[in-house]
């Protein structure tokens, strides 16, 4: 059946083109108009004819094709929704100054449809402060970008720069097209955090005590998520360093997946380095079994008592404050169980004293509260034990909340103020 939608797909010249037929095939599986606008390059790497036959339309490639219907701002102005998979560096580059020296740079300047971009490249080249830039000059213009994801690349290398799966790039534009459809002015959040490189920590990481079993605990990475979500909609680039999340992460964020507290340890300093502003939101074990079992724990031979020995892991946001890059805001989460107020904004302040960070997100866990919901109640610290907010309701309104007391006057203005470098 047919959506009637004209959805353009752009490919350029990168080996993940190949990957790029999936993509075009799924929108025409689910009922799209799909018109295909390759650059030279990306038919060095897959051929018109499979393009033709999965798109079941004409390819364009060519400026001076067509040149009597106008081809070059037609295919822009009937698109609902453009996709560019895979979207080099290059390529990125041209679209971020508006270039307009091929067929496909002239359909995107011509259209007003929602833009979705699939990045796909060498890491360094992911990394370049010039692709960094551009990528955050195209989100603060509201494209999607999708990716890229952390994995094997083309040569022996791996890390940040593969293109997202199909079928995510597939999913992250439907979403893009239909929140731009929902679109009003008001709820776009304003860019304030655009150019500035967020990194969030979330979930829980787990201590292994043999193959099959871990030391854990009930943190689903919500919070987390909702803060890179909610500062990835205020412009920001955001890295995310995830340990064992329940819940998605959204498209266009960086994902670094460790497990233990030593893993995430050293994600975060790697990503610290680069980093604006820092938020721990991640329940860090602060104890690891002094020996991991290399075979299963049986009972036959442990008996009846076990006991387990630990030693204590480090601690990551007291190392980061220690590391801190000058300009850098540091915020730190404290969950706590103490039912009275008074009581658990004594526990904050003693904490945010001994641990050294900006800003303290205080909440109150228990049983049941806190955990695996879609709400949160916080209150939120500064530097001198204070309270500077109170916030409560879906954990995505909180992330905005925290967000806005971060980039508020509470906190040396000329820290957030710095350059980003
Ligand atoms: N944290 C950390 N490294 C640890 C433990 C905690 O970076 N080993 C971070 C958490 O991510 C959080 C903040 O420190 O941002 C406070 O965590 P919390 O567990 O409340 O504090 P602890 O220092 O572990 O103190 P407590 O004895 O109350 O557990």
Known sequence: MSTGRTIVVGITGGIAAYKAVNVVR?????????????TEAALRFVGRPTLEAISRNPVHTDLYEGVAEVRHVAIGQSADLIVIAPATANSIAKIALGLADDLLGNTILASTAPLVIA?????????????VANIATLRQRGVTIVGPGIGRLTGSDSGPGRMEEPETIVDAALAALAAHRADTPASVPAPDLSGRHVLISAGGTREPLDPVRFLGNRSSGRQGVALAEAALARGAVVTLVAAHLEVATPPGISVHSVSTTVQLQQAMRDAAASADIVIMAAAVADYRPTAVQSGKIKKDVAGDRVTLDLVRNPDVLAGLVQDRRPGQVIVGFAAETEPDDTARRELGRTKILRKGCDLLVL????????FATERNEIEVLDGAGDIVLEAAGTKL?????????ILGTTIDAARVDAPVS
Not at 119 to 131: I, K, Q, R, S, V
Not at 397 to 405: E, T
């Open 397 to 405: 309104s909180v992330a905005h909340r925290i967000l806005d007391s």
């Open 26 to 38: 799924a929108f025409v599986l689910l009922g799209n108009d799909v018109h295909v606008v390759a």
């Open 363 to 370: 909440n109150r866990v228990g049983w049941t509260q806190g």
């Open 119 to 131: 990045p796909a490249m060498h890491t360094e080249m992911w990394n370049n402060p010039a692709t």
